[in-house]
């Protein structure tokens, strides 16, 4: 059986392949007619513009939406660009509210418009309303699909409500007892409705000492409260306490990744949404800023490299030598600025424990140093008989490891207090002080004592 | 209301400190008393050692354990060396399944042994159940506390039967139903039971095309599942179709958050739960080693300069500039290792398009090669009036660059294919190619075109 079931939820992308460049389009549209939009939106993750561009098309129109919906934005933009504005309209007023939004900002502002023309005014209505919160805020992420029930009634009432209603919105744990004035005063769960008695009243089996979001709550912060409260899903209510609708935990997982992958992301001067499959010049632009950046650096360590060239004149084996510095405070110091940086954004990295920290750093960066500059030391001298190199070698180790600890804590918190993303900026920084100092460590008491 | 509600939700962890500092232990008792688990851990998290050790002392015992629960591998290891067996049973016991065997697991065999010892027959029969499970399975995961019921029972007798039961388990959103021989043969969810009418029979209402998760599933495959078809709970079976437990997603989250990190973690070097405060000694051996791999490389790029040692020694300025086209190639290189080894971890990389792929980052590191290599020419054809030297650094960084996406991309498919952690062993691999190409292109031509 459990092989079975391996099976049912791999997705056979070889075969994918195989039948679109056979031409097969019958066969793929067959076999993704039994996908579920989830499987749709990784086969399109995992495929080639060309391949992307057929497989939507074969997609049954009833599901775009969804399919859209679970697309990365750069993907989903690739692909909403080759709709009409009638399509994208009809693939998305089938989606809940916070769907619906990310699908409708996403599109550019002519692209939005023309959208939103051919949507009926109902519809219409429903797109400025999600488009008016803030983006990234609890209130883009919720639906409006609540249950709302007062307090005065019965359990058995209540029952005979819900099974008047024959199907509840997904997800629902919990239904929401609300005032006259749709003031949030308490929540009632399904599991507390099916266990009491039916005689009671929904006021004497609800629970007062309830969790709610502000609407204006950042969605990174919902996310670490679903995360920390172990929540499935959690009301949003606004200044006044007026339940306003509830965010479901499937759409938090998704923000819980993201942020997760980005920093990794940033560190390597790419955006948390880039599309493994972009076309060749979307990414060639995106990426060379930043190899331009570093050209930059590169530039830089090369020009103080340049300051000793009457030393390297003397002494061409310095120059053979002359990268191994950088190179381990680069990857030292980048130790500890991931360190850091995930320690920032898992929230357990702040002013009150960076001084600890950075002792910490500075003495794991003193010890390491030690270590290496005895080998390095040691390895030298046996090479080029020479003692003194191998003493001036260890010495710039010893330093660039040090400063790399020193770098690695203070530059990301810096770059935070400055409002700069330390993943996207640190990595660049951090390598410019280690080359810097590594090549001055080096080069320059080389001059002072080897000549 | 929403500003109570921020205060509410975050951690004064400062005051913690100040707390702490002044020795206001009293103070800092009631403050955890009121604290959730999650946030707890939190705090212990964010402290330096000597706080965790306070504040651990501090925490009522009777939540020990689901602070325990909450905490990475490396903090918690680190705070159950300082409890007796004793009190570690005490605190364990109390945990679901699935958290007492992680617990359990932590713990050195020794330690584990005298804890088992301290825990009545019945605790230690649950213990050597839950550890009978494999490591990172499904079956790990899960916990117990189902609800099953028969098929051929009316959904009134259910509700009767749940009101007498009074409670559900946490996040229970579905009952299960199974055969005499405990097969899963269905399930029916809370809400299908308060919305369906109490004659029907639960077989009349009972969702039959479910999904089941074999007990032998790897965690990430359960979460990604969890991820694709956005499942609060999923029920685990064994081979024969047999109802063992259930997964609920707040356990899965975590796994979620885990992959998402591991691969930022491995690629400096770092294992995922490295903890931000652990000891320096700690800390430096497990970074040392990283160092001594990365020092080996350095030591090889060295070799390889000192090859052309005799041009450097005529031309030193040719030293100068040896740094710039390894450390493009490294920064081009990493970004395409980022983008693959991330497509990898979220499935999007496979086989059947890592050609194309492979072609996409050849040209992206084709064309930025160009612009660089143009720029840099020119920067200096004027800073050295040496339009040769310039053609040499050009044409080294063109070669390096497309290396760089050539590595970048096949790197990690090999590792891969190898069953090495593309993450952990790809950038160190990455780097050393760049940088032995870099040098040999540009010194080689250097010798061959300047001399």
């Known amino acids: ?87 994208v309209a009809e693939a998305a007023v089938n989606l809940d509210d916070d769907d619906f939004s990310e699908v409708l900002r996403s599109m550019p502002d002519k692209v939005y418009r023309k959208v939103l023309k051919s949507m009926d005014k109902q519809d219409q209505a429903r797109a400025e309303r999600v488009m008016s919160y803030e983006e990234d805020t609890a209130a883009a992420l919720m639906n409006t699909d609540t249950i709302t029930v007062r307090p005065d009634v019965t359990v058995d009432v209540i029952l005979r409500y819900l099974r008047l209603k024959e199907s509840l919105p997904e997800a629902t744990d919990y239904l929401y007892v609300v005032d006259k004035q749709d003031h949030f005063i308490g929540e009632v769960s399904l599991a ?43 009301p949003v209510i606004d200044e006044e306490g007026v339940l306003l609708g509830r965010i479901t935990i499937d759409d938090v997982v998704d923000i819980i990744r993201e942020d997760a992958e980005h920093s990794m992301m940033s560190m390597a001067g790419l955006d948390d949404e880039a599309d493994t499959f972009a076309p060749v010049i979307d990414s060639t632009r995106k990426r060379s800023l930043w190899l331009g950046v570093n050209l930059f650096t590169a530039l830089l360590a090369a020009f103080v490299s340049s300051l000793f060239e009457s030393t390297l004149d003397e002494l061409a084996f310095l120059a053979v030598l002359n990268t191994i510095v950088p190179s381990m405070g680069g990857v030292a110091g980048s130790q500890t600025l991931t360190l850091v940086i995930r320690g920032m954004a898992v929230g357990h990295v702040n002013e009150a424990n960076s001084r600890w920290l950075l002792g910490k750093e500075l003495a794991i960066g003193f010890l390491n ?83």
Chains 1, 2 share one sequence.
């Open 369 to 451: 140093g030690l270590i290496w500059a005895v080998l390095i030391a040691g390895v030298v001298a046996l090479w080029k008989q020479d003692l003194m190199l191998g003493g001036v070698l260890a010495f710039a180790m010893l330093m660039n490891l040090i400063s790399a600890g020193l770098a690695g804590v203070l530059i990301p918190l810096m770059l935070k207090r400055m409002n700069i993303d330390p993943a996207l900026a640190g990595s660049v920084i951090l390598t410019t002080v280690t080359d810097i100092v590594g090549i001055f460590a080096f080069l320059g008491t080389a001059t002072w004592l080897l000549l």
């Open 1 to 87: 059986m459990s092989e079975l079931l391996e099976q049912e939820y791999t997705i056979p992308i070889d075969e994918f392949n195989a039948a679109i460049s056979d031409g097969m389009f019958v066969r793929v549209r067959n076999m993704l007619d039994g996908m579920a939009a989830n499987d749709i939106a990784m086969l399109l993750h995992a495929s080639t513009p060309k391949t992307r561009a057929i497989v939507w098309q074969l997609i049954d129109s009833s599901i775009q939406g969804e399919v859209l919906e679970d697309l990365s934005e750069e993907v989903r933009n690739s692909i909403l660009r080759t709709m009409t504005p009638e399509s």
């Open 192 to 234: 507390a409705l099916v266990t009491s008695s039916p005689t009671k009243l929904i006021s004497e089996v609800m629970e007062t000492d309830f969790e709610v979001i502000p609407a204006s709550m950042h969605e990174s912060e919902v996310a670490s409260l679903f995360e920390r409260y172990d929540w499935l899903t959690a």
